[in-house]
């Protein structure tokens, strides 16, 4: 038996030890990570490298575009999310009960150019394949009514709906 013990010791000695001056390539990086473009729409974390980049191309945000005027930013906040809203009811799709953080990124113009999201724990049950089908449909067709010097985002929270609504039985 304690033969046994000690073939079994000696083998594992002897893997560690020639494994020991291997290099791990797992952890060590094979070289830069490549920045890959970004879809109009995209979960959080899903294109960290892009992600950050495309962060700092869009340092102004909704609130400075908006004069530091955070009523004017809340109501274009809140407009925003509403036509989410009604734009995903106009299509069959039902996110009332979803919640969500949102940083969508904006041109000059008001032309949406990319939306980040990340569905929260509490959120209602959805497909994100669907969230992103819906928020990449309304990116196509929304254009928020600004006027601004340089480009732009807002990170932020969105519930549906909107405001309560009295549910019909």
């Known amino acids: 038996m304690r033969l046994i013990f000690n073939i079994v010791a000696f083998v594992c000695l002897l893997s560690v030890s020639a494994l020991y001056g291997q290099p791990m390539a797992s952890i060590e990086p094979a070289g830069p990570l490549q920045e890959v473009e970004l879809p109009l ?54 996110i009332l009960g979803v919640k969500m953080w949102l940083n969508v990124f904006w041109d000059k113009n008001g032309n949406i150019q990319h939306i980040a999201f990340h569905l929260k724990p509490n959120s209602k049950n959805i497909s994100t394949k669907d969230i992103e089908n819906l928020l990449t449909d309304f990116a196509t067709h929304s254009h928020l009514n600004v006027i601004a010097e340089k480009p732009f985002s807002h990170y932020g929270s969105a519930t549906f709906p909107t405001f309560p609504r009295r549910v019909n039985k």
Do not use: R, T
């Open 41 to 94: 729409v995209f979960q959080i974390g899903e294109y960290e490298e892009s992600y950050e980049h495309l962060l700092g191309e869009y340092p102004e945000m909704l609130l400075g575009i908006c004069d530091n005027d955070m009523s004017v930013a809340y109501d274009k906040w809140i407009a925003f999310l509403m036509e989410i809203e009604q734009h995903a009811e106009s299509i069959g799709v039902d």
